[in-house]
C-alpha cells in the first residue's frame, strides 16, 4: 500500500519532467517517420504470380492449361529441372564423398594387406632364414602401409565421418598396441611365435578390424539419399497428381487452385530436401564441414556463429515445411502472411507494419526508460533533493523500487500507446487480416496462432527486454551517484550490446553473457526474419539478436539472472550508502 | 522536563579511520528548542544526518517518540520535519507543486496545512513559480514549510538562517518559537550565527570535534556557576573601587567598563563588597547582575578547548 503510494507520486513526479516531452515529440515523430518509410515490397507470390497469367481475360480452359504449361516449364527452366538434380546441386557443392570412401576404400586394402601378411608371418618356420627375412619385411611394410592410410583417413576424412570420440580413440589404442608389438618385437626378438601367441590372445587385429567396421557401416550419403529420395518420391507422386487434376479439370477456377497447389508443392518439396540436407551437413561441425559450406552458401563470410544461426534457422523451416506438408496444406504463402520487415511483406496489413514500426519504436522508448532510470536516482544525488525524499518515512527499498516501478509503469505505457497508435495507422493504411499464423516456438514445435496473440507475445518480449535495460540503468543511477556518466553508461551498454552480439565470435563461454541474450522472440520462429531479412541496417545493427542461444528457457533464465543481479546490486548499494 | 521527544544516547560515527562524532548524548523535550552550535565540521551535520538516518550510526542509539531511527526508520521518521544542510527541490516545479509532492508522500495531501504555512511564512505571492527563480532565503522558508506538512513532533533545521534578510530572521525567529509552543514540536538547530541561537534556543550544545563539550539550559550557561553570577556595580570612581576590590579580595578578577566595575560574585559577597565600598566612601548607583552573550561563551569554550588542545 505504501510502496502503491510513493509509486504513485514518483510517476507523477517523472510526468513533470520537462525531457519527458522532448521525448515524446520525437516519438511523434517517429511514429509518423516509420509510416512514411515502410514500403512493403511484395514477396514474388507463386499463387498470384499464376493467377496474373489466367486473368489477363477471359480464357478457355484449354488456354489455361496451356498457360500452366507454360509457368511450369518457366519454372523448371529458371530453378532445377527436376528433384533429383537438387540433389545433386546440393551434395556436389557440400561433401566430398567419393573422397571418404576411396580413403576407406584404401584404408580396407591395407587392412586386408596388413592381415595376409600376418598370416603369411604366422605360417612360417623360422628355421627357415630366407623366407623369415621375407615374411617379417612383407609383414613390416603391410603394416607401414596400414598405418600410412590409417593416419590419411583420419586426418582427411575423420572430421565428416560419424564416429565416435570413444571409437575413435579405441582405434588409436589398437594401432598403439600394435606399434609396440610389431615395431618391437619382430624386429627385436626373432621369435615369431611369441609374437603370434601375443597377437592372437589379445585379439588386436580382430579388435581392429571390427572397431574399423563400424565406420563402414555408417552409411552417410545413402543414409541421407534414402530418406532425400523418400521425400523427392512423396513429392513427384503429388505433383503428377496435381497435374491429373489440372488436366481433369473443367472450370478456370479449379485449374487456379491446382496450379498454384503444384507450384506450392514444388517449392516447398525443393526447399524441404535443400533444408533436410543442409541440416544433415552441419551435424558433425567442423572446420572442414564449414571450408565446405562456404562454399554451398552464397554469403562468403559464413563463420561459426551464422552455421549454428542457419542451423536453426533450417530446422525452424524444416519445422513448417513438413506440418505443411503432412497437413496437405500448400497455401505456400501461408507461412508467410506475417512479418516484421518490409522485405517479406506479402500483402501488407496492420500486424506487418506494426511489427515493422515497433522493432524501430521501441529501440527509442527502451533508450528513453534508460535515461530514465539513470536520472531517477543519480537525479536526486545531483539536484539534492535525495536528502528531503530519504527523510519521508519509506524505506530506501521501498524508495528504488518505487522508482523502478514508476519508470516500468511509464515504459510500458508508451509501448502500449505506440502499439495501439501503429496498429491503428496499420489499420488504415493496409487494413487487417486475423489468418493464423503458422509459427515455430523454440526451434521445434509448430503451433498455428491468432495474430493478436503473436503481437501480445512480441510485445511482451519487448517489455523483457526494456526490464533488463532498466535494471542495468538503475544499477548505474545507484553506483555513480551523478546523472551525466550514469546516462552515458547506461546508454553505451545499450547500443554497444546489439552490436557486440552481432560481431563477437562464437566463443561457447560468450554465448552466456546476459546482454546477448535479451531478444527472446526469435525464438517464436523469427529468428532468420529477425537477424537478416531487414533492408534497413540501421534496424539491422541495433535490433538484430543473432541467435546464439539455442534454447528459449536457457536464455530466460538468462535474463531472469541479469535482472536478479542488477537490482539486488542496486538495492543494496542504495540501502548500505550513507547520503 | 516534558516528555523527551528525541533522545540521543552515546551517538557515534566513524568515517573510516576518522571519528566525527564521539559519543553523544542529548535529548530534546516537547515545545523545546535546542540550538547545536559549533565551527565548521565539529559534527554538526554529521549529527544531524544519524538522527534522520541518512548515515548509519556506528554505535549508540537515536530514538524518536520511542521509536528507534534504526529499527524503526518509518515510524521514527514519521514525526520528522526537517532541512538537511541545504533546502533542496526540484527545480523545474513550483514551490506549491513541490509542496505538494513532499505531501503526497504522507498519504492525502492535506491542503488547508499547505496553505496555512504559505500564508504564515508569506510565500503567498511566490509559491505558483518555478523554485529554480527562488532565492536563498525562499527556498529556506519553502524548506520550513516542506518540513512541517506532514505535523512532525521533531523538527530539525540545519542553517535555517541563511540566506534570510534581517526582517525574514526575525519572522522565522517568532515562527519557530511560535511553532514550537502551539504544536509542542521539539526542534533542533544547528546554526552559526549564536546570536540567534541565542534569541531562539532554550537549550544549547556546543560540539567540538564531534565531541559535545557544554549542553545546558541557555540561561544557565549565561549566567554562569549558579551561586556565583557575575554583578556590575555602577560606582563613582570605578577605577578607585577596583583597585580596594582587588586588594581587599585577593582572587577577584574586576573589570572595569565605564563607570561600571564587573565582577564575579556569590551575592553574600555583593553584600560585602557593597558594604566594602560604602564604607570606602565611593558611591554606589546601582547594582544588576550581568549575562554573557552566548558568543562570549561560545569562544570562551572553543578557545579553552583549543588551549587544552595544545597544551
Known amino acids: 500500500m505504501k510502496l502503491f503510494r510513493i509509486t504513485n507520486s514518483e510517476t507523477k513526479k517523472i510526468l513533470t519532467r520537462p525531457s519527458l516531452y522532448i521525448m515524446g515529440i520525437f516519438l511523434a515523430i517517429l511514429l509518423v517517420f516509420t509510416a512514411v518509410i515502410y514500403n512493403p515490397t511484395p514477396l514474388e507470390n507463386s499463387t498470384k504470380s499464376y493467377q496474373a497469367l489466367t486473368l489477363n481475360g477471359v480464357l478457355s480452359p484449354d488456354e489455361v492449361i496451356r498457360n500452366f504449361n507454360t509457368v511450369k516449364n518457366s519454372y523448371t527452366d529458371a530453378k532445377v529441372s527436376d528433384l533429383g538434380a537438387v540433389i545433386n546441386f546440393y551434395s556436389n557443392k557440400t561433401l566430398d564423398f567419393s573422397t571418404v570412401y576411396s580413403n576407406k576404400d584404401e584404408n580396407s586394402t591395407a587392412m586386408a594387406k596388413l592381415n595376409s601378411a600376418f598370416i603369411a608371418y604366422s605360417a612360417i618356420d623360422s628355421n627357415d632364414k630366407s623366407i623369415y627375412e621375407g615374411a617379417k619385411k612383407n609383414l613390416e611394410e603391410a603394416y607401414t602401409n596400414f598405418k600410412n592410410e590409417y593416419n590419411k583417413f583420419f586426418s582427411t576424412s575423420y572430421p565428416i565421418i560419424r564416429i565416435t570420440e570413444n571409437d575413435k580413440a579405441e582405434i588409436e589404442k589398437i594401432i598403439n598396441l600394435l606399434d609396440n608389438h610389431i615395431y618391437q618385437q619382430i624386429l627385436t626378438i626373432p621369435n615369431h611365435n611369441t609374437l603370434i601367441n601375443t597377437l592372437t590372445s589379445s585379439k588386436l587385429i580382430t579388435d581392429l578390424q571390427k572397431t574399423l567396421s563400424k565406420i563402414e557401416n555408417i552409411e552417410i550419403e545413402n543414409e541421407v539419399l534414402a530418406e532425400l529420395n523418400n521425400i523427392n518420391n512423396s513429392i513427384k507422386n503429388k505433383l503428377s497428381e496435381l497435374e491429373l487434376n489440372i488436366n481433369n479439370s473443367e472450370t478456370v477456377e479449379e485449374i487456379q487452385l491446382n496450379a498454384a497447389r503444384y507450384v506450392s508443392v514444388k517449392t516447398m518439396g525443393e526447399r524441404l530436401i535443400g533444408n533436410k540436407l543442409y541440416l544433415e551437413l552441419v551435424k558433425n561441425k567442423s572446420d572442414y564441414s564449414v571450408n565446405k559450406l562456404n562454399a554451398l552458401n552464397t554469403n562468403p563470410f559464413v563463420n561459426d556463429k551464422q552455421e549454428v544461426f542457419f542451423k536453426n534457422f533450417i530446422s525452424e523451416n524444416i519445422a513448417i515445411d513438413s506440418y505443411l506438408y503432412e497437413n496437405n496444406q500448400y497455401d505456400f504463402e501461408y507461412n508467410r502472411n506475417f512479418s516484421k520487415?518490409?522485405?517479406m511483406g506479402k500483402d501488407a496489413q496492420a500486424f506487418d507494419y506494426a511489427f515493422y514500426s515497433m522493432e524501430l519504436i521501441a529501440f527509442f522508448i527502451i533508450m528513453c526508460a534508460c535515461i530514465t532510470a539513470a536520472t531517477s536516482i543519480a537525479g536526486e544525488y545531483t539536484s539534492g533533493t535525495i536528502k528531503m525524499l530519504a527523510v519521508r518515512p519509506y524505506k530506501r527499498s521501498k524508495i528504488i523500487s518505487s522508482k523502478f516501478l514508476s519508470t516500468l509503469l511509464l515504459t510500458f505505457l508508451l509501448l502500449l500507446l505506440s502499439a495501439i497508435i501503429v496498429i491503428i495507422t496499420g489499420i488504415i493504411n493496409y487494413g487487417i487480416n486475423f489468418t493464423?499464423?503458422?509459427?515455430?516456438?523454440?526451434?521445434?514445435?509448430v503451433f498455428v496462432i491468432s495474430p493478436i496473440l503473436m503481437f501480445i507475445i512480441y510485445f511482451l518480449t519487448i517489455l523483457i527486454k526494456a526490464i533488463v535495460f532498466i535494471s542495468i540503468a538503475m544499477m548505474f543511477s545507484v553506483l555513480f551517484k551523478s546523472v551525466t556518466p550514469a546516462i552515458i553508461v547506461s546508454l553505451l551498454t545499450y547500443f554497444v550490446a546489439p552490436i557486440f552480439t552481432?560481431?563477437?565470435?562464437?566463443?561457447?563461454?560468450l554465448t552466456f553473457l546476459p546482454l546477448i541474450n535479451i531478444d527472446l522472440f526469435k525464438f517464436f520462429g523469427n529468428q532468420f526474419i529477425a537477424s537478416s531479412a531487414s533492408q534497413n541496417s540501421f534496424v539491422q545493427i541495433f535490433t538484430s539478436q543473432n541467435f546464439l542461444s539455442s534454447n528459449i528457457f536457457i536464455t530466460l533464465s538468462l535474463v531472469i539472472v541479469s535482472i536478479a543481479l542488477c537490482l539486488i546490486t542496486t538495492f543494496v548499494l542504495f540501502k548500505k550508502r550513507d547520503i | 522536563m516534558s516528555k523527551p521527544v528525541l533522545v540521543v544516547k552515546n551517538l557515534t560515527k566513524y568515517y573510516g579511520e576518522r571519528i566525527a562524532l564521539n559519543n553523544v548524548s542529548f535529548s530534546i523535550g516537547e515545545g523545546e528548542i535546542f540550538g547545536l552550535i559549533g565551527p565548521n565540521g565539529a559534527g554538526k551535520t554529521t549529527a544531524i544526518k544519524l538522527i534522520t538516518g541518512l548515515a548509519k550510526i556506528s554505535s549508540g542509539s537515536v530514538t524518536i517518540l520511542?521509536?528507534?531511527i534504526v529499527s524503526n526508520f518509518?515510524?521514527?521518521?514519521?514525526?520528522v520535519g526537517g532541512i538537511i544542510e541545504n533546502p533542496n527541490f526540484y527545480?523545474?516545479?513550483?514551490?506549491?507543486?513541490n509542496l505538494k509532492y513532499f505531501a503526497s508522500l504522507y498519504g492525502k495531501i492535506d491542503m488547508n496545512r499547505i496553505n496555512y504555512l504559505v500564508k504564515v511564512l508569506a510565500m503567498q505571492n511566490r509559491i505558483k513559480n518555478k523554485v529554480k527563480t527562488y532565492s536563498l532565503g525562499m527556498k529556506q522558508r519553502l524548506g520550513i514549510i516542506c518540513a512541517l506538512i506532514n505535523k512532525p513532533k521533531l523538527l530539525i533545521l540545519d542553517e535555517p538562517l541563511n540566506g534570510l534578510d534581517p526582517t525574514g530572521i526575525i519572522e522565522m525567529r517568532e515562527f519557530v518559537k511560535k511553532v514550537a509552543t502551539e504544536e509542542k514540536i521539539a526542534v533542533l538547530i544547528s546554526s552559526h550565527i549564536l546570536?540567534?541561537?541565542?534569541?531562539?534556543?532554550?537549550?544549547v550544545g556546543i560540539i567540538k570535534n564531534g565531541v559535545l563539550i557544554e549542553h545546558q539550559n541557555i540561561t544557565d550557561l549565561q549566567r554562569g556557576i549558579k551561586d556565583k553570577e557575575r554583578f556590575a556595580i555602577s560606582v563613582s570612581h570605578p577605577n578607585f573601587a577596583a583597585k580596594i576590590i582587588t586588594k581587599q579580595y585577593a582572587n577577584k578578577n574586576v573589570e572595569v567598563v565605564g563607570k561600571n566595575v564587573i565582577l564575579q560574585a556569590s551575592s553574600q559577597e555583593v553584600q560585602d563588597i557593597l558594604k566594602f565600598l560604602i564604607t570606602n566612601n565611593i558611591g554606589i548607583f546601582g547594582t544588576r547582575t550581568v549575562t554573557k552573550s552566548l558568543e562570549e561563551i561560545y569562544f570562551d569554550m572553543v578557545d579553552k578547548e583549543n588551549k587544552e588542545g595544545i597544551l
Open chain 2, 195 to 203: 546570536s540567534e541561537v541565542e534569541a531562539l534556543c532554550d537549550t
Open chain 1, 436 to 445: 493464423s499464423i503458422l509459427t515455430v516456438f523454440n526451434g521445434g514445435s
Open chain 2, 66 to 68: 520511542g521509536n528507534d
Open chain 1, 502 to 509: 552481432s560481431f563477437v565470435p562464437l566463443v561457447p563461454v
Open chain 2, 74 to 79: 518509518e515510524k521514527a521518521i514519521l514525526n
Open chain 2, 91 to 97: 527545480n523545474h516545479l513550483s514551490g506549491l507543486q
Open chain 1, 341 to 343: 520487415f518490409s522485405i
